[in-house]
Protein backbone atom coordinates (compact mmCIF):
# COMPACT_ATOMS: atom_id res chain seq x y z
CA UNK A 1 0.00 0.00 0.00
CA UNK A 2 1.41 3.27 -0.96
CA UNK A 3 2.12 5.65 1.86
CA UNK A 4 -0.61 8.20 1.82
CA UNK A 5 0.36 12.09 0.71
CA UNK A 6 0.69 14.82 2.74
CA UNK A 7 1.05 18.62 2.44
CA UNK A 8 4.42 20.49 2.90
CA UNK A 9 3.61 24.01 4.81
CA UNK A 10 5.11 27.17 5.96
CA UNK A 11 3.96 30.64 7.04
CA UNK A 12 6.95 33.02 7.05
CA UNK A 13 6.67 35.77 9.41
CA UNK A 14 8.73 38.87 10.32
CA UNK A 15 11.34 37.01 12.63
CA UNK A 16 9.66 33.64 13.36
CA UNK A 17 8.66 30.58 10.58
CA UNK A 18 7.00 27.77 11.19
CA UNK A 19 7.10 25.05 8.97
CA UNK A 20 5.28 21.40 8.27
CA UNK A 21 3.79 18.40 7.09
CA UNK A 22 -0.10 18.47 7.00
CA UNK A 23 -2.27 15.39 5.42
CA UNK A 24 -5.28 15.48 3.64
CA UNK A 25 -7.55 15.58 7.14
CA UNK A 26 -5.97 18.59 9.15
CA UNK A 27 -4.15 16.40 11.16
CA UNK A 28 -0.42 18.17 11.50
CA UNK A 29 2.35 15.29 11.31
CA UNK A 30 5.16 17.64 11.91
CA UNK A 31 6.02 20.77 12.67
CA UNK A 32 8.92 22.97 13.33
CA UNK A 33 9.16 26.83 14.57
CA UNK A 34 12.82 28.19 13.59
CA UNK A 35 13.75 31.97 13.62
CA UNK A 36 14.40 33.88 10.17
CA UNK A 37 15.40 37.08 10.22
CA UNK A 38 13.45 39.29 7.79
CA UNK A 39 15.61 41.22 5.18
CA UNK A 40 16.54 37.91 2.91
CA UNK A 41 17.07 37.24 -0.36
CA UNK A 42 14.58 35.25 -2.19
CA UNK A 43 16.81 32.43 -3.08
CA UNK A 44 18.26 32.53 -0.13
CA UNK A 45 14.80 32.23 1.97
CA UNK A 46 13.31 29.64 -0.73
CA UNK A 47 16.75 27.36 0.06
CA UNK A 48 16.36 28.21 3.92
CA UNK A 49 12.84 26.99 3.87
CA UNK A 50 13.40 23.95 1.77
CA UNK A 51 16.26 22.83 4.02
CA UNK A 52 13.85 23.07 6.81
CA UNK A 53 11.18 20.96 5.23
CA UNK A 54 14.11 18.49 4.30
CA UNK A 55 14.98 17.99 7.74
CA UNK A 56 12.04 17.81 9.46
CA UNK A 57 10.94 15.34 7.02
CA UNK A 58 13.69 12.79 7.92
CA UNK A 59 13.15 13.58 11.59
CA UNK A 60 9.66 12.41 11.14
CA UNK A 61 10.48 9.41 8.87
CA UNK A 62 7.89 11.52 6.22
CA UNK A 63 9.65 10.42 2.34
CA UNK A 64 9.63 12.94 -0.05
CA UNK A 65 7.91 11.00 -2.73
CA UNK A 66 5.00 11.05 0.07
CA UNK A 67 5.14 15.30 -0.22
CA UNK A 68 2.96 16.62 -3.00
CA UNK A 69 3.34 20.19 -2.80
CA UNK A 70 3.77 23.18 -1.04
CA UNK A 71 1.53 25.62 0.37
CA UNK A 72 3.82 29.06 1.05
CA UNK A 73 2.12 31.53 3.56
CA UNK A 74 3.80 35.32 4.08
CA UNK A 75 3.25 39.07 4.57
CA UNK A 76 2.86 40.78 1.31
CA UNK A 77 1.42 41.80 -1.76
CA UNK A 78 1.33 39.04 -4.15
CA UNK A 79 -0.63 37.82 -7.36
CA UNK A 80 -1.31 34.13 -6.40
CA UNK A 81 -2.20 33.18 -9.97
CA UNK A 82 1.64 33.52 -11.49
CA UNK A 83 3.12 33.20 -8.03
CA UNK A 84 4.46 36.87 -8.04
CA UNK A 85 5.40 38.75 -4.59
CA UNK A 86 5.25 42.41 -5.52
CA UNK A 87 6.55 43.84 -2.18
CA UNK A 88 6.73 42.16 1.61
CA UNK A 89 6.94 44.24 4.36
CA UNK A 90 9.44 41.39 5.84
CA UNK A 91 12.22 41.65 2.68
CA UNK A 92 12.17 45.03 2.06
CA UNK A 93 13.79 45.18 -1.15
CA UNK A 94 11.59 42.19 -3.26
CA UNK A 95 10.16 43.89 -6.06
CA UNK A 96 8.24 41.34 -8.12
CA UNK A 97 9.90 37.82 -7.43
CA UNK A 98 8.27 34.99 -8.83
CA UNK A 99 8.68 33.37 -5.74
CA UNK A 100 6.26 30.20 -6.38
CA UNK A 101 8.65 29.35 -9.39
CA UNK A 102 12.02 29.74 -7.26
CA UNK A 103 10.28 27.75 -4.36
CA UNK A 104 9.34 25.05 -6.93
CA UNK A 105 12.41 24.77 -8.67
CA UNK A 106 14.38 24.60 -5.16
CA UNK A 107 12.09 22.03 -3.98
CA UNK A 108 11.17 19.84 -6.84
CA UNK A 109 7.18 20.22 -6.01
CA UNK A 110 4.39 22.13 -7.11
CA UNK A 111 4.24 24.87 -5.02
CA UNK A 112 1.60 27.37 -3.67
CA UNK A 113 1.72 31.08 -2.08
CA UNK A 114 -1.23 32.61 -0.52
CA UNK A 115 -1.26 36.47 1.72
CA UNK A 116 -1.01 35.22 5.63
CA UNK A 117 -4.23 36.98 6.63
CA UNK A 118 -6.05 34.71 3.26
CA UNK A 119 -3.58 31.32 4.57
CA UNK A 120 -5.27 31.90 8.13
CA UNK A 121 -8.49 32.58 7.32
CA UNK A 122 -8.64 29.65 5.03
CA UNK A 123 -7.40 27.86 7.16
CA UNK A 124 -10.12 28.73 10.33
CA UNK A 125 -13.05 27.55 7.48
CA UNK A 126 -10.98 24.39 7.21
CA UNK A 127 -10.08 23.30 10.54
CA UNK A 128 -11.20 26.03 13.40
CA UNK A 129 -13.51 29.05 14.02
CA UNK A 130 -14.99 29.07 10.29
CA UNK A 131 -16.01 25.67 9.67
CA UNK A 132 -19.38 25.32 7.95
CA UNK A 133 -19.77 29.10 7.44
CA UNK A 134 -20.53 30.64 3.65
CA UNK A 135 -19.34 34.18 4.83
CA UNK A 136 -16.62 34.04 7.12
CA UNK A 137 -14.17 36.94 7.50
CA UNK A 138 -10.47 36.12 9.91
CA UNK A 139 -9.07 39.44 11.09
CA UNK A 140 -5.40 39.70 12.58
CA UNK A 141 -4.66 42.22 14.97
CA UNK A 142 -0.89 42.47 16.05
CA UNK A 143 1.82 44.67 14.77
CA UNK A 144 -0.18 45.56 11.64
CA UNK A 145 -3.99 44.60 11.32
CA UNK A 146 -5.10 42.93 8.09
CA UNK A 147 -7.83 40.12 7.26
CA UNK A 148 -9.30 37.33 5.17
CA UNK A 149 -12.86 37.24 3.41
CA UNK A 150 -14.23 34.35 2.40
CA UNK A 151 -17.17 33.65 0.78
CA UNK A 152 -18.00 29.56 0.23
CA UNK A 153 -14.10 29.08 1.16
CA UNK A 154 -12.97 30.84 -1.92
CA UNK A 155 -10.72 34.08 -0.86
CA UNK A 156 -12.33 37.29 -1.93
CA UNK A 157 -9.34 38.92 -3.95
CA UNK A 158 -10.64 41.40 -5.71
CA UNK A 159 -9.98 42.92 -8.32
CA UNK A 160 -5.90 43.98 -7.75
CA UNK A 161 -5.69 41.03 -5.02
CA UNK A 162 -5.17 43.50 -2.52
CA UNK A 163 -8.95 42.89 -0.32
CA UNK A 164 -9.00 42.61 2.78
CA UNK A 165 -7.11 45.63 4.13
CA UNK A 166 -9.41 46.51 7.41
CA UNK A 167 -6.21 47.52 8.71
CA UNK A 168 -6.30 50.65 6.30
CA UNK A 169 -9.66 51.19 6.26
CA UNK A 170 -10.26 54.87 7.86
CA UNK A 171 -11.79 55.06 10.99
CA UNK A 172 -11.08 58.90 12.53
CA UNK A 173 -10.63 61.18 10.08
CA UNK A 174 -8.35 63.17 11.45
CA UNK A 175 -6.13 60.60 13.25
CA UNK A 176 -2.44 60.01 13.43
CA UNK A 177 -0.10 58.99 10.20
CA UNK A 178 -0.27 55.64 9.19
CA UNK A 179 2.35 53.88 7.18
CA UNK A 180 0.41 53.76 4.30
CA UNK A 181 0.31 57.40 3.73
CA UNK A 182 -3.27 57.49 4.72
CA UNK A 183 -4.48 59.68 8.31
CA UNK A 184 -6.89 57.70 11.27
CA UNK A 185 -6.29 53.92 9.66
CA UNK A 186 -7.22 51.28 11.74
CA UNK A 187 -3.93 49.67 12.56
CA UNK A 188 -2.55 53.24 13.03
CA UNK A 189 -4.82 53.67 15.82
CA UNK A 190 -5.40 49.72 17.38
CA UNK A 191 -2.33 47.96 15.98
CA UNK A 192 0.15 46.73 18.87
CA UNK A 193 2.69 49.77 18.06
CA UNK A 194 -0.45 52.10 18.26
CA UNK A 195 -1.31 50.52 21.78
CA UNK A 196 2.25 50.97 22.77
CA UNK A 197 2.55 54.22 21.49
CA UNK A 198 -0.52 55.81 23.23
CA UNK A 199 1.00 54.12 26.47
CA UNK A 200 4.47 56.23 25.42
CA UNK A 201 2.63 59.19 24.61
CA UNK A 202 0.50 59.44 28.54
CA UNK A 203 3.85 59.18 30.26
CA UNK A 204 5.72 62.02 28.23
CA UNK A 205 2.55 64.22 29.45
CA UNK A 206 3.59 62.93 32.90
CA UNK A 207 0.65 60.99 33.63
CA UNK A 208 1.23 58.03 36.46
CA UNK A 209 1.58 54.42 35.08
CA UNK A 210 2.89 51.50 36.35
CA UNK A 211 3.50 51.15 32.60
CA UNK A 212 6.65 53.16 33.37
CA UNK A 213 8.13 50.67 35.81
CA UNK A 214 6.86 47.55 33.99
CA UNK A 215 9.05 48.95 31.02
CA UNK A 216 12.00 49.80 33.08
CA UNK A 217 13.64 52.09 30.48
CA UNK A 218 12.65 49.28 27.47
CA UNK A 219 10.56 49.89 25.02
CA UNK A 220 6.66 50.20 25.85
CA UNK A 221 4.91 47.12 24.64
CA UNK A 222 1.17 46.64 24.05
CA UNK A 223 1.54 43.29 26.20
CA UNK A 224 3.20 45.60 28.76
CA UNK A 225 -0.13 47.96 28.36
CA UNK A 226 -1.80 44.31 28.85
CA UNK A 227 -0.19 43.75 32.00
CA UNK A 228 -1.18 47.00 33.59
CA UNK A 229 -4.48 46.64 32.37
CA UNK A 230 -4.98 43.55 34.31
CA UNK A 231 -2.90 45.49 37.75
CA UNK A 232 -5.89 47.95 37.27
CA UNK A 233 -3.88 50.62 36.14
CA UNK A 234 -6.02 53.54 34.51
CA UNK A 235 -4.01 54.63 32.08
CA UNK A 236 -3.96 51.08 30.72
CA UNK A 237 -7.84 50.84 30.75
CA UNK A 238 -8.16 54.15 29.11
CA UNK A 239 -5.93 53.16 26.09
CA UNK A 240 -7.52 49.51 25.93
CA UNK A 241 -11.03 51.25 25.97
CA UNK A 242 -10.05 53.39 23.19
CA UNK A 243 -8.69 50.64 21.50
CA UNK A 244 -11.75 48.99 21.92
CA UNK A 245 -13.55 51.65 20.63
CA UNK A 246 -11.82 51.75 17.26
CA UNK A 247 -12.04 48.02 16.82
CA UNK A 248 -15.55 47.95 17.12
CA UNK A 249 -15.63 50.77 14.38
CA UNK A 250 -13.72 48.60 12.30
CA UNK A 251 -15.32 45.70 12.91
CA UNK A 252 -18.67 46.77 12.59
CA UNK A 253 -17.61 48.69 9.37
CA UNK A 254 -17.04 45.08 7.68
CA UNK A 255 -20.46 43.65 9.35
CA UNK A 256 -22.71 46.64 8.31
CA UNK A 257 -20.79 45.72 4.33
CA UNK A 258 -20.52 42.35 4.55
CA UNK A 259 -22.88 40.76 6.98
CA UNK A 260 -20.13 37.74 7.91
CA UNK A 261 -21.44 34.94 9.95
CA UNK A 262 -18.23 34.59 12.20
CA UNK A 263 -15.45 36.94 12.35
CA UNK A 264 -12.42 35.45 13.83
CA UNK A 265 -9.85 37.23 15.94
CA UNK A 266 -5.88 36.30 15.44
CA UNK A 267 -2.68 37.80 16.12
CA UNK A 268 -0.70 38.95 18.98
CA UNK A 269 -2.67 41.54 20.66
CA UNK A 270 -5.80 39.77 19.98
CA UNK A 271 -4.97 36.39 21.15
CA UNK A 272 -2.93 38.09 23.70
CA UNK A 273 -4.78 40.52 25.35
CA UNK A 274 -8.22 38.34 24.66
CA UNK A 275 -9.24 38.33 28.40
CA UNK A 276 -9.37 42.10 28.29
CA UNK A 277 -10.29 42.99 24.55
CA UNK A 278 -13.06 40.47 23.47
CA UNK A 279 -16.09 41.18 25.77
CA UNK A 280 -15.72 44.97 25.29
CA UNK A 281 -15.03 44.84 21.56
CA UNK A 282 -18.19 42.78 21.09
CA UNK A 283 -20.26 45.39 22.96
CA UNK A 284 -18.06 48.51 20.69
CA UNK A 285 -19.52 46.51 17.96
CA UNK A 286 -23.46 46.36 19.12
CA UNK A 287 -22.68 49.60 19.43
CA UNK A 288 -22.20 50.57 16.61
CA UNK A 289 -23.81 48.50 14.19
CA UNK A 290 -27.42 49.63 13.16
CA UNK A 291 -30.41 49.14 15.18
CA UNK A 292 -31.36 46.61 12.06
CA UNK A 293 -28.57 44.63 12.50
CA UNK A 294 -29.73 41.36 14.42
CA UNK A 295 -27.01 41.91 17.06
CA UNK A 296 -26.83 37.65 17.31
CA UNK A 297 -26.15 37.66 13.98
CA UNK A 298 -22.22 37.93 13.40
CA UNK A 299 -20.21 35.87 16.27
CA UNK A 300 -16.87 36.82 17.34
CA UNK A 301 -14.95 34.99 18.43
CA UNK A 302 -11.25 33.77 18.95
CA UNK A 303 -9.15 31.90 16.44
CA UNK A 304 -8.90 28.77 17.30
CA UNK A 305 -6.17 27.57 15.13
CA UNK A 306 -4.01 30.47 17.20
CA UNK A 307 -0.20 30.55 15.33
CA UNK A 308 -1.42 27.17 13.35
CA UNK A 309 -4.56 29.09 11.24
CA UNK A 310 -1.48 30.34 8.84
CA UNK A 311 0.16 26.75 8.86
CA UNK A 312 -3.00 24.89 7.73
CA UNK A 313 -4.10 27.43 5.43
CA UNK A 314 -1.05 26.69 3.59
CA UNK A 315 -1.87 23.22 3.31
CA UNK A 316 -5.07 23.86 2.22
CA UNK A 317 -3.73 25.36 -0.92
CA UNK A 318 -2.13 22.25 -2.15
CA UNK A 319 -5.40 20.51 -1.76
CA UNK A 320 -7.07 22.53 -3.18
CA UNK A 321 -9.67 24.83 -2.20
CA UNK B 1 -43.73 30.75 -34.23
CA UNK B 2 -44.11 31.07 -30.34
CA UNK B 3 -44.06 34.65 -29.32
CA UNK B 4 -40.58 35.39 -27.44
CA UNK B 5 -40.32 35.68 -23.78
CA UNK B 6 -40.42 38.51 -21.43
CA UNK B 7 -39.81 39.24 -18.26
CA UNK B 8 -42.32 41.54 -16.11
CA UNK B 9 -40.70 43.67 -14.30
CA UNK B 10 -40.78 46.60 -11.33
CA UNK B 11 -39.00 49.14 -8.80
CA UNK B 12 -40.61 50.27 -6.46
CA UNK B 13 -39.17 53.43 -4.53
CA UNK B 14 -40.85 55.59 -1.89
CA UNK B 15 -42.84 57.71 -4.09
CA UNK B 16 -42.41 56.30 -7.62
CA UNK B 17 -43.01 52.87 -9.33
CA UNK B 18 -41.57 52.27 -12.32
CA UNK B 19 -42.79 48.80 -14.49
CA UNK B 20 -41.97 47.30 -17.77
CA UNK B 21 -41.29 44.92 -19.78
CA UNK B 22 -37.45 43.14 -20.84
CA UNK B 23 -36.44 40.81 -23.14
CA UNK B 24 -34.02 38.18 -22.66
CA UNK B 25 -31.31 40.03 -24.40
CA UNK B 26 -32.56 43.63 -21.91
CA UNK B 27 -33.71 45.45 -23.85
CA UNK B 28 -36.79 47.18 -22.03
CA UNK B 29 -40.10 46.46 -24.35
CA UNK B 30 -42.51 48.95 -22.55
CA UNK B 31 -42.06 50.91 -19.30
CA UNK B 32 -44.51 53.26 -17.46
CA UNK B 33 -43.84 55.53 -14.34
CA UNK B 34 -46.43 56.46 -11.98
CA UNK B 35 -46.85 57.67 -8.55
CA UNK B 36 -47.03 55.40 -5.77
CA UNK B 37 -47.35 56.83 -2.57
CA UNK B 38 -45.82 54.93 0.56
CA UNK B 39 -47.87 53.40 3.50
CA UNK B 40 -50.06 50.42 1.32
CA UNK B 41 -51.00 47.62 2.52
CA UNK B 42 -49.40 43.99 1.22
CA UNK B 43 -52.44 43.13 -0.99
CA UNK B 44 -53.21 46.80 -2.25
CA UNK B 45 -49.38 47.19 -3.22
CA UNK B 46 -49.72 43.80 -5.12
CA UNK B 47 -52.87 44.38 -7.01
CA UNK B 48 -52.00 47.82 -8.22
CA UNK B 49 -48.47 46.17 -9.47
CA UNK B 50 -51.02 44.12 -10.98
CA UNK B 51 -52.99 46.09 -12.44
CA UNK B 52 -50.45 48.57 -14.05
CA UNK B 53 -48.58 45.44 -15.59
CA UNK B 54 -51.96 44.23 -17.51
CA UNK B 55 -52.80 47.58 -18.75
CA UNK B 56 -49.34 48.19 -19.93
CA UNK B 57 -48.76 44.87 -21.35
CA UNK B 58 -52.27 45.35 -23.38
CA UNK B 59 -51.09 48.64 -24.79
CA UNK B 60 -48.06 47.34 -25.42
CA UNK B 61 -49.40 44.20 -27.33
CA UNK B 62 -47.50 42.08 -25.44
CA UNK B 63 -49.71 38.75 -24.73
CA UNK B 64 -49.63 37.70 -20.73
CA UNK B 65 -48.73 34.25 -22.19
CA UNK B 66 -45.66 35.70 -23.61
CA UNK B 67 -44.26 36.82 -19.75
CA UNK B 68 -41.80 34.62 -18.02
CA UNK B 69 -42.30 35.98 -14.78
CA UNK B 70 -42.10 38.73 -12.45
CA UNK B 71 -38.63 40.43 -11.11
CA UNK B 72 -39.74 43.08 -8.19
CA UNK B 73 -37.50 45.75 -6.92
CA UNK B 74 -37.62 47.63 -3.79
CA UNK B 75 -35.95 48.96 -0.48
CA UNK B 76 -36.12 46.96 2.67
CA UNK B 77 -35.20 43.80 4.55
CA UNK B 78 -36.08 40.47 2.75
CA UNK B 79 -35.11 37.15 2.34
CA UNK B 80 -35.36 36.62 -0.62
CA UNK B 81 -35.57 32.74 -1.33
CA UNK B 82 -38.38 32.71 0.81
CA UNK B 83 -39.63 36.18 -0.47
CA UNK B 84 -40.53 37.52 2.78
CA UNK B 85 -40.14 41.43 3.10
CA UNK B 86 -39.23 41.87 7.06
CA UNK B 87 -39.55 45.63 6.75
CA UNK B 88 -39.25 48.41 3.90
CA UNK B 89 -38.64 51.80 4.83
CA UNK B 90 -41.40 53.08 2.56
CA UNK B 91 -44.37 50.36 4.11
CA UNK B 92 -43.65 51.44 7.27
CA UNK B 93 -45.91 48.72 9.28
CA UNK B 94 -44.95 46.07 6.68
CA UNK B 95 -43.90 43.20 9.25
CA UNK B 96 -42.63 39.59 7.73
CA UNK B 97 -44.72 39.99 4.96
CA UNK B 98 -44.86 36.95 2.29
CA UNK B 99 -44.47 39.41 -0.52
CA UNK B 100 -43.36 37.11 -3.41
CA UNK B 101 -45.93 35.03 -2.81
CA UNK B 102 -48.46 37.58 -2.83
CA UNK B 103 -47.32 38.51 -5.99
CA UNK B 104 -47.17 35.31 -7.73
CA UNK B 105 -50.57 34.49 -6.54
CA UNK B 106 -52.16 38.50 -7.81
CA UNK B 107 -50.61 37.60 -11.48
CA UNK B 108 -50.23 34.14 -11.78
CA UNK B 109 -46.56 34.15 -12.85
CA UNK B 110 -43.56 32.95 -11.04
CA UNK B 111 -41.96 36.10 -9.06
CA UNK B 112 -38.34 37.19 -7.61
CA UNK B 113 -37.60 40.05 -4.99
CA UNK B 114 -34.99 41.95 -4.49
CA UNK B 115 -33.28 44.92 -2.34
CA UNK B 116 -33.11 47.86 -4.63
CA UNK B 117 -29.93 48.77 -4.65
CA UNK B 118 -28.85 44.80 -5.09
CA UNK B 119 -31.35 44.97 -8.55
CA UNK B 120 -29.44 47.89 -9.46
CA UNK B 121 -26.25 46.27 -9.06
CA UNK B 122 -27.31 43.55 -11.30
CA UNK B 123 -29.12 45.91 -13.82
CA UNK B 124 -26.09 47.50 -14.19
CA UNK B 125 -23.47 44.56 -13.96
CA UNK B 126 -25.47 42.77 -17.00
CA UNK B 127 -26.42 46.57 -19.66
CA UNK B 128 -24.28 49.27 -17.68
CA UNK B 129 -21.40 49.93 -15.87
CA UNK B 130 -20.36 46.46 -14.65
CA UNK B 131 -20.91 44.60 -18.08
CA UNK B 132 -17.33 42.19 -17.34
CA UNK B 133 -16.51 42.79 -14.29
CA UNK B 134 -15.68 40.20 -11.32
CA UNK B 135 -15.91 42.35 -8.64
CA UNK B 136 -18.80 45.15 -9.06
CA UNK B 137 -20.01 47.48 -6.61
CA UNK B 138 -23.10 49.91 -7.30
CA UNK B 139 -23.50 52.40 -4.64
CA UNK B 140 -26.98 54.54 -4.52
CA UNK B 141 -26.32 58.14 -2.93
CA UNK B 142 -29.75 59.41 -2.78
CA UNK B 143 -32.15 60.40 0.08
CA UNK B 144 -30.54 57.25 1.73
CA UNK B 145 -26.81 55.63 1.11
CA UNK B 146 -26.88 52.22 0.36
CA UNK B 147 -25.27 50.06 -2.17
CA UNK B 148 -24.70 46.35 -3.71
CA UNK B 149 -22.05 44.08 -4.26
CA UNK B 150 -21.72 41.61 -6.93
CA UNK B 151 -18.76 38.76 -7.07
CA UNK B 152 -18.96 36.86 -10.39
CA UNK B 153 -22.51 38.59 -11.19
CA UNK B 154 -23.42 36.99 -7.64
CA UNK B 155 -25.26 38.64 -5.18
CA UNK B 156 -22.62 39.14 -1.60
CA UNK B 157 -26.16 39.08 0.66
CA UNK B 158 -23.56 38.02 3.48
CA UNK B 159 -25.26 35.27 6.59
CA UNK B 160 -28.87 37.76 7.62
CA UNK B 161 -29.09 39.27 4.08
CA UNK B 162 -28.17 42.46 4.98
CA UNK B 163 -25.05 42.93 3.79
CA UNK B 164 -23.93 46.19 1.66
CA UNK B 165 -25.15 48.96 4.23
CA UNK B 166 -22.23 50.97 3.25
CA UNK B 167 -24.73 53.80 4.25
CA UNK B 168 -24.32 52.60 8.07
CA UNK B 169 -20.61 52.18 7.83
CA UNK B 170 -19.06 54.78 10.67
CA UNK B 171 -17.28 57.67 9.22
CA UNK B 172 -17.01 59.89 12.22
CA UNK B 173 -16.76 58.34 15.12
CA UNK B 174 -18.29 62.04 17.12
CA UNK B 175 -21.06 62.59 14.17
CA UNK B 176 -24.64 63.54 14.10
CA UNK B 177 -27.52 60.76 15.01
CA UNK B 178 -28.21 58.45 12.31
CA UNK B 179 -31.74 57.09 11.83
CA UNK B 180 -30.13 53.78 12.58
CA UNK B 181 -28.80 54.33 15.94
CA UNK B 182 -25.33 54.94 15.89
CA UNK B 183 -23.56 58.01 15.39
CA UNK B 184 -21.52 59.62 12.15
CA UNK B 185 -22.78 56.95 9.37
CA UNK B 186 -22.10 57.59 6.05
CA UNK B 187 -26.07 58.14 5.37
CA UNK B 188 -25.73 60.75 8.43
CA UNK B 189 -23.33 62.57 6.69
CA UNK B 190 -23.76 62.63 2.85
CA UNK B 191 -27.08 61.85 1.91
CA UNK B 192 -29.24 64.06 0.24
CA UNK B 193 -30.88 65.40 3.70
CA UNK B 194 -27.53 65.39 5.38
CA UNK B 195 -26.66 68.20 2.42
CA UNK B 196 -29.85 70.01 3.05
CA UNK B 197 -29.68 69.90 7.06
CA UNK B 198 -25.84 71.36 6.56
CA UNK B 199 -27.36 74.44 4.23
CA UNK B 200 -29.72 74.72 6.63
CA UNK B 201 -27.35 75.13 9.25
CA UNK B 202 -25.44 77.19 7.79
CA UNK B 203 -28.13 79.56 7.84
CA UNK B 204 -29.30 79.36 10.95
CA UNK B 205 -26.06 80.21 11.85
CA UNK B 206 -26.49 83.57 10.35
CA UNK B 207 -24.19 83.27 7.07
CA UNK B 208 -25.21 85.04 3.81
CA UNK B 209 -25.85 82.11 1.06
CA UNK B 210 -27.76 82.38 -2.04
CA UNK B 211 -29.68 79.15 -0.48
CA UNK B 212 -31.65 81.25 1.18
CA UNK B 213 -33.53 82.73 -1.84
CA UNK B 214 -33.66 79.54 -3.60
CA UNK B 215 -35.67 78.24 -1.05
CA UNK B 216 -37.66 81.49 -0.73
CA UNK B 217 -39.52 79.81 2.58
CA UNK B 218 -39.73 76.59 1.32
CA UNK B 219 -37.78 73.30 2.88
CA UNK B 220 -33.97 73.09 1.69
CA UNK B 221 -33.06 70.33 -0.55
CA UNK B 222 -30.02 69.42 -1.88
CA UNK B 223 -30.30 70.18 -5.22
CA UNK B 224 -30.59 73.73 -4.32
CA UNK B 225 -27.28 72.97 -2.70
CA UNK B 226 -26.11 72.11 -5.79
CA UNK B 227 -27.71 75.25 -7.65
CA UNK B 228 -25.86 77.52 -5.11
CA UNK B 229 -22.84 75.38 -5.88
CA UNK B 230 -23.12 76.22 -9.60
CA UNK B 231 -23.25 79.90 -8.89
CA UNK B 232 -20.17 79.72 -6.56
CA UNK B 233 -21.67 80.32 -3.71
CA UNK B 234 -19.34 79.98 -0.54
CA UNK B 235 -21.86 77.96 1.60
CA UNK B 236 -22.63 75.40 -0.87
CA UNK B 237 -19.33 74.66 -2.00
CA UNK B 238 -17.79 74.04 1.75
CA UNK B 239 -20.61 72.12 2.40
CA UNK B 240 -20.23 70.07 -0.83
CA UNK B 241 -16.50 69.49 0.10
CA UNK B 242 -17.17 68.04 3.23
CA UNK B 243 -19.80 65.97 1.84
CA UNK B 244 -17.19 64.94 -0.77
CA UNK B 245 -14.71 63.89 1.74
CA UNK B 246 -17.23 61.88 3.92
CA UNK B 247 -18.08 60.01 0.65
CA UNK B 248 -14.40 59.77 -0.72
CA UNK B 249 -13.77 57.75 2.37
CA UNK B 250 -16.48 55.52 3.08
CA UNK B 251 -15.67 54.64 -1.02
CA UNK B 252 -12.42 54.10 -0.17
CA UNK B 253 -13.09 51.86 2.86
CA UNK B 254 -14.93 49.44 0.41
CA UNK B 255 -11.83 49.55 -2.30
CA UNK B 256 -9.25 49.00 0.88
CA UNK B 257 -11.92 46.04 1.85
CA UNK B 258 -13.18 44.69 -1.40
CA UNK B 259 -10.66 46.03 -4.50
CA UNK B 260 -13.43 45.72 -6.56
CA UNK B 261 -12.87 46.70 -10.31
CA UNK B 262 -15.61 49.39 -10.95
CA UNK B 263 -17.64 51.63 -8.46
CA UNK B 264 -21.10 52.72 -9.76
CA UNK B 265 -22.79 55.29 -8.31
CA UNK B 266 -26.55 56.16 -9.13
CA UNK B 267 -29.46 57.75 -7.06
CA UNK B 268 -30.19 61.75 -7.09
CA UNK B 269 -27.48 63.23 -5.38
CA UNK B 270 -24.52 61.05 -7.34
CA UNK B 271 -26.60 61.77 -10.42
CA UNK B 272 -28.40 64.91 -9.58
CA UNK B 273 -24.65 66.34 -8.28
CA UNK B 274 -22.53 64.41 -10.49
CA UNK B 275 -20.94 67.63 -12.22
CA UNK B 276 -20.16 69.14 -8.86
CA UNK B 277 -19.27 65.80 -7.38
CA UNK B 278 -17.69 63.28 -9.03
CA UNK B 279 -14.30 64.46 -10.09
CA UNK B 280 -13.80 65.75 -6.57
CA UNK B 281 -14.70 62.49 -5.26
CA UNK B 282 -12.17 60.79 -6.79
CA UNK B 283 -9.40 63.07 -5.53
CA UNK B 284 -11.29 62.32 -2.08
CA UNK B 285 -10.75 58.64 -2.27
CA UNK B 286 -7.24 58.69 -3.62
CA UNK B 287 -6.52 60.81 -0.61
CA UNK B 288 -7.90 57.95 1.73
CA UNK B 289 -6.37 54.94 -0.03
CA UNK B 290 -3.06 53.73 0.86
CA UNK B 291 -0.21 54.22 -1.02
CA UNK B 292 0.12 50.41 -1.65
CA UNK B 293 -3.57 50.68 -3.81
CA UNK B 294 -2.90 50.99 -7.12
CA UNK B 295 -5.19 54.69 -7.52
CA UNK B 296 -5.78 53.24 -10.84
CA UNK B 297 -7.33 50.16 -10.12
CA UNK B 298 -11.13 50.61 -9.16
CA UNK B 299 -12.41 53.23 -11.45
CA UNK B 300 -15.44 55.41 -9.84
CA UNK B 301 -17.95 55.98 -12.44
CA UNK B 302 -21.71 57.17 -12.72
CA UNK B 303 -24.14 54.58 -13.46
CA UNK B 304 -25.35 53.93 -17.35
CA UNK B 305 -28.64 52.81 -16.71
CA UNK B 306 -29.42 55.91 -14.28
CA UNK B 307 -33.42 54.98 -13.45
CA UNK B 308 -33.34 51.85 -15.22
CA UNK B 309 -30.95 50.40 -13.02
CA UNK B 310 -33.17 48.63 -10.81
CA UNK B 311 -36.04 47.57 -13.62
CA UNK B 312 -33.15 45.95 -15.16
CA UNK B 313 -32.07 43.69 -12.55
CA UNK B 314 -35.51 43.11 -11.62
CA UNK B 315 -35.44 41.52 -15.10
CA UNK B 316 -32.45 39.37 -15.09
CA UNK B 317 -34.04 37.85 -11.86
CA UNK B 318 -36.42 36.10 -13.72
CA UNK B 319 -33.83 35.31 -16.44
CA UNK B 320 -31.59 34.12 -14.02
CA UNK B 321 -28.23 35.18 -12.84
Redesign the interface.
Known amino acids: MPLPQVAACCDIGGTKALVGFVDRQGNILAQERYLSPSGREPVELASEVATHLHELAARSRIGWQQVAGLGYSTAG?MDVESGIIF?SPNQGTWRDVPFKNLLQEELGLPAWIEMDANAAALGEAWKGAGIG???FVYIIIGTGIG?G?L?SGKV???????????G??????DGPL?S???FG?LEALAAGPAIALRAQGAIQQGRKTIITELSSGHEITAEMVFKAARLKDLVALEILSKTV?YLG?GL???I??????VIALGGGVAVGGADLLLEPLRQSVA????????LQ??RIVLSELGEYAGLLGAARLVWGV
Open positions: MATKYSIVWRGWRGTAGEIHTTIEPCCGNCEIANVTLLSPQRRCGSWVDST
